[in-house]
């Protein structure tokens, strides 16, 4: 029962503590893009670094294959 005594103040800190936490992440905005994280791993980012890692000739060619070269 004694340990109850020294355990309340304690707890009761701690969860003081977790809820400025709280507090502090949600005037920062942590929580206000739910949903773009959770859908941004769905996009296809793989055509840009192919892009990249092409040459600049051929990426030219690959845009418009029927336009005449200059």
């Known amino acids: 029962m ?8 304690g707890m009761t800190f701690f969860g003081l503590v977790f809820v400025v936490i709280l507090i ?28 990249i890692s092409q040459p ?3 990426v030219e060619t690959e845009k418009d294959p029927g336009t005449p070269e200059k």
């Open 2 to 9: 004694e340990v109850i005594y020294s355990l309340i103040p």
């Open 24 to 51: 502090w992440a949600v005037r920062k905005g942590q929580y206000e893009d739910m949903e773009g994280n959770a859908s941004r791993i769905l996009l296809d980012d793989d055509e840009d670094s192919m892009l």
């Open 56 to 58: 600049k000739e051929e």
